[in-house]
């Protein structure tokens, strides 16, 4: 496996969501709760912010059925429907945060990291996938599909994905890069319970702090486990600032780092 190491935050002031006094720090400096993030996913704007770059990417069946959804909710409800889903949520952490980088398992077509890049061209995406064929019956075609969807999004940052079993090729890139610390990460891979929970406490340490983690999925009628697996792993540590949003579509629930 050929990886770029990521870019280490040698200082924490270089955080742009953490506040540091000159004087007595009174307050944990964290500036950014998830609850910031999950208002800003569930406004139009962002829904719009979204759907601007879906219309950019090469349609599947879901990415026709999702771009639908998004313009019906909105001509109905308008500003007072709060949906949200992993898309808005990761479009609204990347405008606020403007992460430096990204780590995302289970990469499928691209969809979630261009959202990421297009609020942030030049951050840098660390993607890990197996490329299952076929994956929820649509073509998943691979790493050179991926990187041409990022260019159309105009990416400008570094692209680096592995293939090959998360459960491996995770804890390999940590080893080699034991002091790589990430802004966004996002666990979507493997959605058995074992595997989601390996996956989560793979990355844990790594999320830098006023980073964000999420997990996709947590209401989904075929994964409904993936909520107490993401209240285990991340719900009840007391270094994480947690927020479900469980209402509609298949749920999300992101994290972040206060400690
Ligand atoms: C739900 S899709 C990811 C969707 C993507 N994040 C998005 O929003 O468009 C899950 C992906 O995880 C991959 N995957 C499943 N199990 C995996 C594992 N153990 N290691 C690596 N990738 C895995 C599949 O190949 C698939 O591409």
């Given amino acids: 496996?050929?990886?770029?190491?990521?870019?280490?935050?040698?200082?924490?002031?270089?955080?742009?969501?953490?506040?540091?006094?000159?004087?007595?720090?009174?307050?944990?400096?964290?500036?950014?709760?998830?609850?910031?993030?999950a208002t800003r996913a569930m406004s139009q704007d962002t829904r719009k912010a979204v759907l601007h770059t879906l219309d950019k990417l090469s349609d599947d069946d879901y990415l026709l059925f999702v771009r639908d959804y998004y313009r019906e909710g909105d001509?109905?409800?308008?500003?007072?429907?709060?949906?949200?889903?992993?898309?808005?949520?990761?479009?609204?952490?990347?405008?606020?945060?403007?992460?430096?980088?990204?780590?995302?398992?289970?990469?499928?077509?691209?969809?979630?990291?261009?959202?990421?890049?297009?609020?942030?061209p030049t951050c840098d995406i660390y993607g890990f996938d197996m490329w299952m064929v076929d994956y929820a019956g649509m073509p998943n075609p691979g790493p050179q599909f991926v990187t041409d969807e990022l260019q159309r999004i105009g990416h400008r940052g570094k692209i680096e994905l592995v293939s090959g079993d998360s459960h491996?090729?995770?804890?390999?890139?940590?080893?080699?890069?034991?002091?790589?610390?990430?802004?966004?990460?996002?666990?979507?891979?493997?959605?058995?319970?074992?595997?989601?929970?390996?996956?989560?406490?793979?990355?844990?340490?790594?999320?830098?702090?006023?980073?964000?983690?999420?997990?996709?999925?947590?209401?989904?009628?075929?994964?409904?486990?993936?909520?107490?697996v993401w209240d285990h792993v991340v719900g009840s540590n007391p270094d994480f600032v947690s927020y479900k949003y469980r209402e509609l579509g298949y749920g999300v629930a992101v994290g972040i780092r206060r400690n």
């Fill in 1 to 37: 496996m050929l990886v770029c190491a990521p870019q280490v935050k040698h200082h924490q002031e270089d955080c742009r969501t953490v506040f540091r006094s000159g004087g007595t720090q009174w307050l944990a400096p964290v500036l950014v709760s998830s609850q910031t993030i």
């Fill in 168 to 228: 491996t090729t995770v804890p390999a890139f940590f080893a080699a890069n034991p002091q790589a610390k990430f802004d966004l990460i996002n666990v979507d891979g493997d959605h058995s319970p074992d595997g989601a929970q390996a996956d989560l406490e793979c990355v844990l340490p790594y999320v830098d702090l006023g980073g964000m983690l999420l997990l996709d999925d947590i209401t989904h009628p075929q994964h409904r486990y993936l909520e107490d």
């Fill in 75 to 120: 001509r109905r409800f308008g500003n007072a429907w709060d949906y949200a889903d992993l898309l808005t949520f990761l479009a609204a952490a990347s405008e606020i945060l403007q992460p430096r980088n990204f780590l995302e398992i289970g990469v499928r077509r691209g969809r979630s990291a261009a959202i990421v890049a297009a609020a942030c």
